[in-house]
Structures are given as C-alpha cells and as structure tokens.
C-alpha cells in the first residue's frame, strides 16, 4: 500500500487541524474579539486626550472649582462695573446740582436784595402819604381857604394861583397814592418770588443730600465689592494654581500608566507568543502521535498550556456584579469610558480566587488599578489569557507561584481610584481586554 512519508503526513495533518480551527466556531470568537478589540483601541484614543483632562477625582475638583470661582469673579466684576457706574451717573448728578443750587441761591440772594429795597421804597411812600395826610388834616380844605380869601377880598389872581396849587398839590397826592399801590404789588409779587426761590433752593438741597447719601452708599458698596474682586481674584488664582498642579500630576499619573501599560503589554506579548508556541508544538506532537497510529502517550512530559482541564474560567468572588465590562461614565472622574473590566460587589477582606488554573506573572500596586494580580492562565480557546485581580486590599502569594482554579490569591478592598469595596476583574485573550462574561 502507497503510503506517505511520516514528516509529509505530519505536515498534512497539521495543516488539516488549522484549516478546521479557521472554521470552527472558536475563530468566530475570536474574530468577533478582534474586531471588539480594535474598537476598545479606537475608544481609548479618542478618549485619551479626555483621560488627560479629568483623570482624578483631585482635578475634577479642582477645575469645577476653577470654573465656579472664574464665574462668580466674572459675576462680581460685572456687579463692581456696574457700580462704579453709577457712581459716576451720581458724582455727575451731585456736581449738576450744586450748579443748578448755586444759581438759585445767587437768584435768591438778588430777590432778597430787591424785596428789601422795594419794602423800604413802600415805607417810604406809606410814610410820605401819611405826613401829606396830616398836613392835609391839619391845613384843611384848600379849595375852602381860596374861597375864603376871596370873599375876605384877596386878589382874584391870588385866588387862581391858589386853586391851581390846590388842584397840582391833589394830582400829586393821587400819584403818591398810586406809586404806594404799586409798590405794594411789586412787593408782593417780589415775596411771592423770594419764596419760590426758597422752595426751590429747599428741594435742590434735599435732592442733592439724597443723591450724596446715595452716592456714599455707591462709594462704600464699590470699595466692598472692590475687596470682595480682590478676593476673588486670589480664589481664582489658587484654584488656577491648584489645577494646573493637579493636572501636572495628571499628566505624570498618565505618562507613567502609558509606560506602565507599555511595559506590561510588551511583557504579555512575550508571554502570548510564548503560550502559542507551545500550544503549536502542542497539537503538532499530538497530530504526529495520532497520525503514527495513535497509539502511546505523549512523551513530553509537559501539561497542556490551558494549565487545567476546564476550558472557561470560575468566577474569582460570590458576590453580584455592580458594574458589566462596557463604556459608562467613570464613578471618580467623570468621564465617558470604556470600563475594562467586571466589578463584583464584596465586602473588603473578601477571599479572591483564580479563575483557573496558572502562574502569577506580577503583582505590584498601580495609581489607578491599586494593588493588582495579573495572573498566566494559558491558552484557552485558542488564545492566550490573562487574568487580572485589582484593588486589592493584600496579597496572598508571591510573584512566580503556580496556582490552581479556587486557590485563595489575594483579598479585596478598594486600593487605587476606587470608590469602595470591590473587586475589579480583567480577562486579556492574546494581550487585549475582551468582556469577562463570555468566559465565565
């Protein structure tokens, strides 16, 4: 019988195997992770720049703060503008109203002047009409003393000049009577404007005191909101200087999670590529032995690489997932995000197990993923996977150790940014973090 030679059918049969394992389902799987894998990749970049700007709680804090004392200084500055304005509206009132006051004053001042000139002009006519009065009186009736005369045998011509001065000496007693009468009028019509003056000057005085009662009080509330500016602007200043030293910290924070997260990346390849090798060489011995036969045990002491017999992983605590692997807003910093992980809610001190069988690769405490264990579990499924344990308040083995599925390897807390007892768990398939709820 035509047989192949054993290398070519070890070749044929090795390719055979990869030719199914493209088909099988488990490459849908990992298609499917790839794909999710790149999308996780393309969301971490586009919020990278948002991990920059609110990475911490400390500067969230600390630009709301910023952001709460720039509004209230802008609000404060717009409130002393505004005051200062209308000091200057009532320093331009008050200097208008002494104008407008010391007018009506000098206007007051003349109207006293000829109110007490007419008034003595009146007591000169009163006085003037009372003596021709007397005189009158005392004289009697002049028209009678030229008749008399007359009949007595005066001069006829004596007796016309005598009528004649009686007649100018009337019309003059009429004029003085008249000038009296109007002088009193005037006088009256003098008082009348004196008071009008004075009522005047009186509600200038007091709209000019209101408007310098108004204009201190402008003046005092100007040089209080000027404090309260200043001390604003020193708030401002210290919130400015507080989130420029938190976001500096930020930037150190995130510069050493990139190195971080670089070194362990570069790290799991290393033991992807590794994990893979051996699985290859693997199946290639065990398609060789089956191909020769099938007979015997594989000589290779070595165990499988998926490290255990059960092909998922367990789940690391007994307790109930509060936050799934997925984008969400970040409890601490605020931000919009891919969450890498599942969370199980349990108490602090709470036992953490392996989800299979392993080695643990490291453990260190990280700022953000607090005390962590990223534990070698082999290949499974075909690819390599990792798991990591985070926010652990303890460890309980060393670096290097070899595990088994249950075995304790730490206990929960809150390490890192969290914000209270939980355990943050990871499954990375060939160095990515894909969803932990479709291997547990």
């Known amino acids: 019988m035509f047989s192949l030679p054993r290398t070519a059918l070890t070749a044929a049969l090795l390719s055979a195997a990869l030719v199914a394992g493209l088909t099988a389902p488990s490459f849908a799987d990992k ?103 007397v005189q009158d009186y005392l004289e009697g009736d002049r028209g009678l003393r030229a008749v008399s005369g007359l009949l007595q045998g005066e001069d ?30 005037i006088l009256k019509l003098k008082r009348q404007k004196v008071q009008k003056l004075r009522d005047k000057v009186k509600v200038q005085r007091a709209e000019a005191a209101a408007n310098l009662v108004e204009k201190k009080q402008l003046e005092v509330a100007a040089e209080q909101q000027t404090a309260v500016v200043a001390n604003l602007v020193t708030a401002r200043q210290g919130a400015a200087d507080t989130a420029a030293t938190a976001r500096a910290e930020d930037e150190r924070l995130l510069q050493e999670f990139q190195a971080e997260s670089n070194r362990l990346e570069t790290e799991l390849q290393k033991v992807v590529a590794e994990e893979l090798r051996k699985e290859r060489e693997r199946a290639a011995r065990e398609a060789a032995r089956k191909a020769a036969g099938g ?17 998922t992983l367990s789940r690391p605590v007994s307790g109930p997932i509060t936050s799934p692997y997925g984008m969400r807003v970040h409890p601490i910093t605020g931000v919009y995000k891919l969450h890498d992980g599942m969370d199980f809610g349990v108490p602090c001190g709470t036992p953490v197990r392996a989800a299979a069988t392993g080695t643990i690769l490291q453990q260190y405490f ?31 083995l060393k670096a290097g150790a070899k595990v088994q599925r249950g075995q304790v390897i730490g206990y929960s807390g809150t390490t890192g940014y969290s914000t209270g007892c939980h355990l943050h768990f990871m499954v990375l398939t060939n160095g990515s973090t894909v969803n932990p709820a479709g291997w547990l």
């Open 366 to 396: 990280n700022g953000a993923y607090g005390n962590r264990i990223i534990l070698n579990n082999g290949v499974k499924r075909g690819v390599s996977v990792v798991t990591t344990y985070n926010h652990l308040s303890r460890f309980a």
């Open 156 to 185: 006829p011509a004596a007796y016309g000049e005598k009528v004649s001065l009686n007649g100018a000496v009337s019309d003059d007693q009429v004029a003085t009577m008249q000038r009296l009468e109007a002088s009193r009028v």
């Open 31 to 133: 298609k499917h992770d790839l794909e999710q894998q790149k999308k996780e990749a393309n969301s971490r970049a586009r919020d990278a720049q948002k991990d920059l700007d609110a990475s911490t709680k400390q500067f969230a804090d600390a630009a709301a703060a910023l952001k709460e004392a720039e509004a209230k200084l802008g609000a404060a500055q717009t409130t002393l503008d505004q005051t200062r304005g209308k000091v200057v509206v009532a320093e331009a009132f008050d200097a208008e109203m002494q104008g407008k006051l010391e007018k009506s004053q000098s206007d007051l001042r003349s109207a006293r002047k000829q109110l007490a000139k007419g008034e003595e002009q009146l007591v000169s006519s009163e006085k003037s009409v009372e003596e021709f009065a």
């Open 295 to 311: 007979g015997g045990q594989d000589d290779d002491p070595e165990p499988p690489a998926t490290g255990d017999s059960g092909g």
